[in-house]
């Protein structure tokens, strides 16, 4: 290719690599003579002599979730903006996979790690898994979204500020008058939940314990959440729920039983994700601030993999998104 371009073997390199420094005429020769070969760099022979495979992984527990969807779509294509492809690994929830995920992108050779929910959402972190996760970290920079791996060598933790945001939606239902709140929704063993409901109980400390229906995290959760409610022997005129499926539940449910929305009961999600704006009423809910939070995870794994230091912890401020399913509180 050197002979073909008629440059030197160390041109063609700098410019298989990327330098910046090559002069734009003698670029331009090479890439023409690479067309012309149909030539294709070997990136497995870059990835040994450079020991980068400009690869990512990035394990998460539910691509169908729209959430944990959404983000992953913002590290996609920051990843790919800053030249690396990601190699996903879904668990579908499901422990051992989870591990096999883990053990298998460190085998793969990717250059770092993404790591979204599982185990860096759980309250308490098994032994073994401890163990495992060491070991991870020893040998590949990791970075936690919306989780955290307190006692494990991680770059950084990443995260949207949940508990600002569940404050803002029950300031804001306070502001429309509503102080009858309930809490729909979540998993008792998941930071998240614990966060949030942390959260609610410091700002509804009288509420009755029959308020808070931690049923899951999908829509029929928030289907079982709202016909719990309903037997309650006090009614709230309004609900936070933990996520947006959730509340899309509880509206399902609430028309059912013939409630009129939101003149009858207020209704709050979390997350923003697609669904949000689709509902009847379309939801108040708070979005994490998706890119933001994309690109300051990207930003501290790229610092990892470059050995540079990066902050232990990054919070990514939420936002409050007000549409229709919040109305004042009747008389």
Known sequence: MARQAQVSVSTVSRVLNGNSAVNAELRTRVEAAMHDLRFRPNRIAQTLFHHRSHTLGCVLPDIVSPFFAQLFLELEVG????????????????????????????????????????????????????????????????????????????????????????????????????????????????????????????????????????????????????????????????????????????????????????????VTGFDDVFPARITAPPLTTVNHNYAELARQALDALLLGIEGQPAPRTVTVPTLLVGRDSVAPRPG
């Open 79 to 266: 990843a790919f903006e800053r030249g690396y492809t990601i190699i996903l690994g879904n668990t579908v929830s499901t422990p051992a996979l989870e591990r096999t995920y883990l053990q298998t992108l460190a085998e793969r050779q990717v250059d770092g790690l993404l790591y979204l929910g599982g185990l860096t959402n759980a309250l308490a972190v098994a032994p073994e898994d401890l163990a495992l996760l060491r070991d991870l970290a020893e040998r590949l920079p990791i970075v936690t979204v919306n989780g955290d791996l307190p006692e494990v060598g991680i770059v950084t933790s990443v995260r949207s500020d949940e508990a600002s945001g569940m404050r803002a939606l029950l300031s804001h239902l306070r502001a429309q008058g509503h102080t009858d709140i309930a809490f729909l929704g979540g998993q008792p063993d998941v930071t998240s939940t614990a966060e949030k409901l942390q959260v609610y109980r410091d700002l509804c400390p009288d509420h009755p314990p029959e308020w808070v229906q931690p049923t899951g995290l999908d829509i029929d959760a928030g289907i079982r959440a709202l016909c719990n409610l309903m037997g309650a022997a006090r009614r709230p005129s309004a609900v936070a729920c933990i996520n947006d499926l959730v509340a899309a539940g509880v509206l399902t449910a609430a028309r059912a039983r013939g409630l009129n929305l939101p003149g009858d009961l207020s």
